[in-house]
């Protein structure tokens, strides 16, 4: 099957904007900002209630959903539910349980309020940005999506979504659910899936950008939002780092591996990528992997790349390879990233390429390859001294997603205190950030800011303080005074020295002053 197969031209209609539809972005975002303002004047109640059928419309129509999700690499139907519809509905179900909580308003404390303030009590609300572009993912097109889009109307924004070319279908099932679950049509904005749609919405404004995609996108969109300063999370690309630690239970750790390897066709920014271990268990490392690889399972187990993505990826290893690394395997069938066929497409790319996982040994962290975003069923496996010597060489990568610590419970702990990762799983890899509780977020070239979790749902929107005073006493209305310096140089003393004794004479000259000044009235 081609990937032209696999993406068949998208039927956007309603509130949607497709090429060369008369509708502006400009009318449909005025529209938004109409709904949007109703909507956010709902109780979070009354908008958690509205996305509550969502989780058995996601059970409902998973079929659909299934088929309308065309990832070239996605391998089953299996990896469908766990890795997208599943987590997704938990997601749901997660923010009936906690959303109110999470944005309700929060109070001054008067315990906590510096005494010279005098009487008053301050609210901090969480207020929606207005409307949320959401430019989503290709390789988990239904849930990275779908997770942001949910917490930002959840939030009282309006949301805009564009696409990855190939996710269209998916974006519009997404929005068919969620206004048949309750949601104002008016409050959701399809855009088209090319990258000229995505400008568009930037140069018509709007008040938040949620991007998760590569660094090199972070940065072309960061550009169009430093004029108008527009808030921006970045969940960009990964190169994640795998620690394997004295003690760790090797057979695990390469099952986990070539888990993280095959899963989406490798196509997962938080796949493990460089996998730093100590060279006294190289070799039982080594031939435990082996035989993995060399089972009838991996042997024949093959995926979908893009044509531009399998060329990087071979000019990656070649260049790897002449600075000393070496292909790990006994089928260059499958370690090799040959070419077994190309399919030619005219949606997404030109061309896909078939290819088995790819294993390079004695990577040094300083070969490009280490420092470089592929899609695909990559792994790196780097020799070192200890974890001391890991850490060294996991710095030479700019990217700082996730990472992986095998090994006993105490000493991975400790060692995670020192891994620069927005997220850091001890004894497992990528399935642990499926809880929808958690935050997800990375550092350096992986970005800023995160989604999902407590955090993500915040992110979503901004912090309004109302204080309000009580009271008749407003010393700063009144005409300065000459005493005014004595006083706060007491006060300052009273409230702040670092002894009983200074605080005491700052209590006196505050008395003193204070005085005079009455006198001076």
Known sequence: MSVAEFLPPPNLDGNSIAKGASQTVEGMFSKAYGAQLTWSQLPIKERIARLKPLRSLLVKNRKRIADSILVPSRQDYRETIASEILPLADCVQWLGRRARKILEPRYSHRRFTPFWLGTIRSTIFRVPHGIVLIIGAGNYPLFLTGVQVLQ????????????????????????????????????????????????????????????????????????????????????????DAVYVLPGADLIRVCDLLLFGMRLNGGATCMAPR?????????????RLLSERLRSDYAKNWRTVVPASVHKRLWDAVEAAVGQGAKIFSDSPRGS??????????????????RIGPVVLTDVLPTMAICSMDLFAPLLLVVPVEDWSDALLADSKCPYALTASV??????????????????????????????????????????????????????MTTPKVVSIRKGKWLPHAQVPQPADEE???????????????????????????????????
């Open 274 to 286: 460089r996998v730093f271990v100590p060279r006294k268990l190289s070799e039982v490392f080594h």
């Open 487 to 521: 006083l706060l140089d007491g006060l300052l003393q009273l409230a702040h020295s670092g002894s009983w004794i200074d605080r005491f004479r700052g209590l006196q000259q505050t008395l003193q002053a204070a005085f005079k000044s009455r006198r001076q009235n």
């Open 152 to 239: 930002a109307l959840v939030a009282g924004n309006a949301v805009a979504i564009k696409p990855a070319p190939g996710a269209e279908r998916t974006s519009q099932l997404l929005v068919e659910l969620l206004v048949e679950s309750g949601i104002p049509q008016e409050l959701l904005v399809l855009l088209d899936s090319d990258i000229h749609a995505g400008e568009q919405a930037l140069e018509a404004g709007v008040d938040k950008v949620v991007l998760t995609g590569s660094s090199r996108t972070g940065r072309s969109v960061l550009k169009m939002l430093a004029d108008s300063l527009t808030p921006a999370t970045m969940e960009l690309s990964g190169c």
């Open 406 to 459: 095998y090994g006993p419970l105490e000493d991975a702990i400790r060692l995670a205190k020192y891994i620069s990762a927005g997220t850091i799983t001890i004894n497992d890899t990528i399935v642990p950030t499926a809880d929808p509780q958690l935050p997800f977020g990375g550092r350096g070239e992986s970005g800023y800011g995160v989604t999902r979790g407590d955090e993500g749902l915040l992110e």
């Open 336 to 353: 090799l990233p040959s070419v077994d066929r190309i399919e030619h497409a005219e949606h997404a790319h030109s061309s896909t390429v």
